[in-house]
């Protein structure tokens, strides 16, 4: 769920960019496997959420809430870590 949670906000993505914002190491398994039809790959390696991964999370708002405050605290931790060191 969480997986699809973070497409559906950031949009199409990559495994990598998923689990440097926290998911689970087998985002990437995840993604391809594609057990419940809720991903589609766009390219190599980029993937997004199908309109069948967007009605499951519209039945999960409480996940889909916790998730997005997840990902908007990551953005400020990195973002005061950019500051910090200049880059």
């Known amino acids: 769920f969480q997986v699809a949670c ?3 906000i950031l949009g199409p993505s990559t495994p990598a ?3 440097s914002l ?6 990437g398994s995840i993604l391809h496997d594609n057990h419940y039809g809720w991903f589609e ?3 190599r390696g980029v993937y997004s ?5 967007r009605k499951a999370l519209c039945g999960n708002e409480l ?8 990902l908007d605290e990551s ?3 990195e973002q005061s870590e950019i500051e910090k060191t200049g880059s």
């Open 6 to 8: 973070l497409l559906s």
């Open 17 to 19: 960019r998923l689990k």
């Open 22 to 27: 926290g998911c689970d190491g087998k985002a």
């Open 41 to 43: 790959k766009i390219e």
């Open 49 to 53: 959420v199908t309109a069948e991964g």
């Open 63 to 70: 996940l889909y809430e916790h998730f997005k405050r997840k």
């Open 75 to 77: 953005k400020r931790d």
